[in-house]
Structure formats: C-alpha cells, structure tokens
C-alpha cells in the first residue's frame, strides 16, 4: 500500500477537552491542507451526535463522525464515536472495539500510534487535557517515526495530568496554549489549494 501525502492532524483529549478542542477546530480555516483526527473520552452512552454537533458550531472545518473506512480529506474532523477505538490505516479510518487502553475506548495511544506508523514524518499529534496518562506512549510513536508532536501547556489545561505525562515522554514537544496550537497546525499544513 503507498505512504499517504500530506500531512495529518491526530488530537487527543479527554477532561475538559471540549473547551481546547473548540477553541484549536476554531482557528483553522475551512481550506486546511490536512485532514483531521479526533479522540475524545466519553462515556460509552453518551450521545455522538451532540458532541460532534458542537465541535461543528465552533469550525469552519467539516466535522463528521467517524466510520469504518471513512476516507481521510483535508478540511475534513473526523471524531472518534464513544466505545470505539479510532485507527488511522494509510489514508483511510478504521474502527475497533478491542479492549479499552488506558481505560478508555477511544483510547488516544491507539489513534495517534497508528496515525504515526501511516503518516510518519508528516504526522501531528497533539495531546490535550485530561486526567490520565493516555496518548503519552502514542505521543512518544509520533516523535519517534519523525512526525511533530504539540502538547496543551498543563497550566492552561483543566486538568494537567494528561498533558505532564505526554511531557514526560516527550519533552522536545512543542508546548502552546490552545489558541497558538491552532496556529502552528495552520502554519504547519497550510491552505489546500482550490480545486
């Protein structure tokens, strides 16, 4: 299968994430030159369509839940429907329902490791606030295999833990507030060109 082009965007978050998330999806322009991934803990029960439905009013971005085989487009919010694990596989989404990591189902390891072993060098991963340590050693993937890795700076965060323990395991990440995340995300992809 051949390596995608382009660059793709994989966000983690879980406590207070809905906050970051909309203020970073509400400074990128509707022309990104990259798709973009979402992880987001909810419970399992939580209705998908209202967490999607506000991320859509804060975005000029086209914000869909994510399906099995969903093809990745630039512009384009794909978010981790609650009890699925969300897989980037070469372009293209893939969903799970294996074993909670880190207990949680979307886990953010799980998105941004194989958002990092498709798009390597031109992955972003992002982690956000929460209460855990989930997307630290997903993180750690995506410097790895040469992609950039963002951290939300803990003191702007709801809760710290989260982006501490992605610190940790990576501490040459780039560290921002959720406002000069989006701007390095837009400097980093660009605008896609008109068709």
């Not at 390596?3 to 965007?9: A, I, K, M, T, Y």
């Not at 999806?25 to 022309?31: D, I, K, V």
């Not at 323990?165 to 400097?187: F, Y």
Request: charged share 20%; net charge negative; hydrophobic share 50%.
């Amino acid at each position: 299968m051949s390596e995608p082009r382009g660059r793709l965007v994989a966000i983690g978050a879980s406590w207070g994430g809905l906050d970051a998330l909309r203020t970073i999806l509400g400074g990128l322009p509707a022309e990104l030159g990259a798709p973009v991934v979402v992880a987001q803990h909810r419970a399992p029960e939580s209705h998908p369509t209202a967490f999607t439905d506000l991320l859509r009013a804060a975005t000029a971005l086209a914000v869909c839940e994510a399906d099995d085989k969903d093809v990745l487009r630039p512009g384009t919010v794909h978010v981790a429907a609650p009890a699925y694990h969300l897989l980037v596989d070469h372009g293209s989404l893939a969903l799970s329902t294996d074993e909670p990591v880190q207990y949680a189902r979307p886990s953010i390891d799980v998105l941004l490791e194989t958002a990092a072993e498709s798009y390597r060098e031109t992955c972003i991963g992002v982690v956000l606030t929460g209460a855990n340590a989930d997307g630290a050693r997903g993180l750690a993937r995506v410097a790895e295999l040469g992609g950039i890795a963002i951290v939300q700076d803990p003191a702007t965060a709801a809760r710290a833990e989260m982006p501490r323990a992605a610190l940790t395991a990576v501490p040459g990440a780039l560290v921002a507030d959720p406002h000069r995340i989006a701007a390095a995300i837009v400097d980093l992809c660009g605008i896609r060109a008109a068709a």
